[in-house]
């Protein structure tokens, strides 16, 4: 049964001024001219760098540049055989999250079983779905080895990851960014894996704000923020007045880290502008107003052309993980909208390209 979750905090002045400023800098970025070339560019780097924080907040040893060595298959580093493996299946979920969030997949307890599995499995992409853990855990300081804080019992983590579940689907009128906020703090709370959590976490809160229209192109990476300010990520998210769940954590003022990961949010939206600045996006050709015309998925499945000039039905489901059937349907539905064109009209081996309006995006001319 789901064991209700009512998160304790309040709005603040600063949580009201963070979400504006998120919603200002959503709304720029929408409006930056662009090209398909430079935004894959940024997306790809936004990509790394959310790949190498998240799992430098962890220990890993990888830098940005050995990690891209790792994920291209050029070359690994011997030693680093379990760095090598985080950065593998971190870069694999993550892959995943923006999948289900262009389907616009609805958060079950599967996908979120389903992430787990993907960040712990070496860059493997069929895996089942990782169960909870079925005894205690405990988080200790790295130095001290003193516990710091111990998760709810196992026989209470189905309900309680049920229940956050239920009340992330539910509260859909709060703030896309507090509901994301929010559910990453219950999910390291209650812990339900003996590994893995903190990074599921944060996967999990980008799966939500991509979901609720945040993704802003992919090029941000709120796992820079955290890692740039760890001690203040830790402080925020260290909450109640025992290290016991059953002790002042479950009902605890998350106030605090509310402030926290939605200034977090903010700065990382804010930092794409610079970004796209130092790319010298805006003097560049601006392909912007042809890219709105596209849907996510649209923009998305440019990055396939980008490698092949024809695609069959078969390679979008694999990029965007759909069935034959629902493959084949979205590619008839783009030749409908003008967005593909038929190259091989036979059924086995139909093959499909980007129409001649479309296909400027990808060879920058006009």
Aim: include cysteine.
């Amino acid at each position: 049964m789901p064991i209700k979750f009512k998160p304790n905090y309040t709005i603040t002045p600063k949580i009201m001024k963070c979400l504006m400023r998120i919603e200002s800098a959503k709304e720029k970025v929408f409006h930056l001219p662009l090209t398909a070339t430079v935004l894959s560019s940024l997306r790809e780097t936004a990509r790394l760098y959310t790949t190498h924080y998240s799992t430098m907040i962890e220990g890993n040893r990888l830098d940005p540049n050995q990690i891209e060595v790792v994920l291209k298959h050029e070359g690994h580093f011997p030693g680093r055989e379990r760095d090598e493996h985080e950065v593998k299946g971190y870069y694999t979920a993550l892959t995943q999250v923006e999948k289900w969030a262009v389907q616009g997949t609805p958060i079950t307890e599967k996908m979120i079983q389903t992430l787990h599995a993907l960040v712990m499995a070496n860059g493997k992409i069929n895996t089942k779905p990782t169960k909870y853990r079925d005894g205690q855990n405990v988080i200790r300081d790295g130095r001290t080895r003193a516990i710091v804080y111990m998760p709810p019992e196992a026989k209470d983590v189905k309900g309680l990851m049920s229940g956050m579940i239920t009340w992330m689907n539910k509260n859909i009128d709060l703030p896309c960014p507090v509901v994301a906020g929010i559910a990453h703090y219950q999910f390291a709370t209650i812990h339900p894996y003996y590994d893995g959590n903190g990074r599921t976490a944060r996967l999990l809160t980008t799966l939500l704000l991509h979901l609720g229209g945040y993704d802003l192109k992919g090029l941000y990476s709120l796992e820079e923020y955290y890692a740039r300010n760890l001690g203040a990520y830790y402080e925020a998210i260290s909450i109640g007045e025992s290290h016991n769940y059953y002790m002042g954590r479950a009902e605890a003022d998350i106030t605090k880290w509310v402030e926290y990961v939605v200034e977090g949010m903010a700065v990382s939206f804010e930092n794409i502008l610079k970004r796209m600045k130092e790319a010298k996006v805006q003097g560049s050709f601006d392909q912007s107003a042809l890219i709105r015309k596209l849907d996510p998925r649209q923009r998305k499945a440019l990055q396939l052309f980008q490698e092949f000039e024809t695609i069959t039905s078969h390679q979008i489901g694999n990029f965007f993980g759909f069935k034959p059937r629902t493959s084949a349907a979205l590619c008839a539905n783009w030749v409908k909208s003008g967005f593909l064109t038929i190259v091989d009209s036979s059924n086995k081996g139909r093959k499909y390209k980007l129409s001649t309006r479309y296909k400027k995006l990808i060879d920058h001319t006009i």
